[in-house]
């Protein structure tokens, strides 16, 4: 059943994000692969871990399209529940919920704390991508896509990127964070020095 479901649930999301480096599948991609990691590890519930990755950022790309007044978290959540509920997947209320409220709270600036084991690991994975090399290769193109500039660059990095390694919950996604983080401080200083 579980295959079934998380191959219908892939093909919704490949359809649904935009073909870009920055918030695309292959982000979602390296943050699946994270939670299930995580989720091992921590002996999460994989099923929940798996949808929620999957369906995270799905109210990016309506964002763009759109000028809405909701973060892309909460519209992410409500076209989650549209989907799983038109589409008649049978997953328990408590499942459900436990995946609208992941989606809601993996995001940085939506403010809502993670409150389920699931929520922190989607939050965790979601920031560990945010972190190292390809963070950092992230970071630049959002900026450069949203016609900011190298002191933009900077600014994201020590307002938000820097931070992230101390928002994590769990000691296993903190090991991971290590050696990333010291990559982007190790960036952030040579680009200091070199402006």
Excluded: W
């Excluded at 295959?3 to 870009?20: P, R, S, T, V």
């Amino acid at each position: 059943m579980s295959n079934k479901l998380l191959a219908k649930i892939e093909n919704f999301a490949l359809e649904n994000y935009e073909n870009d480096d920055i918030h695309g599948f292959e982000h979602i991609k390296r943050v699946y692969k994270l939670c299930i990691y995580l989720g091992k590890k921590l002996r999460a519930n994989l099923l929940i871990l798996q949808i929620s990755a999957l369906l995270h950022d799905i109210g990016r790309k309506k964002i763009e399209d759109k000028n809405q007044n909701k973060s892309h978290s909460e519209l992410s959540a409500e076209i989650a529940y549209a989907f799983l509920k038109s589409n008649d997947i049978f997953l328990e209320k408590d499942d459900i919920e436990n995946i609208l409220h992941s989606i809601k709270a993996h995001s940085y600036s939506n403010n809502i704390g993670p409150k389920t084991l699931e929520a922190k690991i989607l939050s965790d994975a979601d920031k560990l991508d945010a972190i190292g090399a390809i963070g950092l290769y992230r970071t630049i193109g959002y900026t450069t896509r949203n016609n900011g500039n190298l002191d933009n660059v900077i600014e994201h990095i020590e307002k938000k990127i820097l931070n992230l390694k101390d928002q994590l919950y769990f000691e296993e996604s903190k090991e991971i964070a290590y050696t990333r983080h010291r990559l982007i401080q190790e960036f952030h200083n040579q680009i200091l020095l070199e402006k």
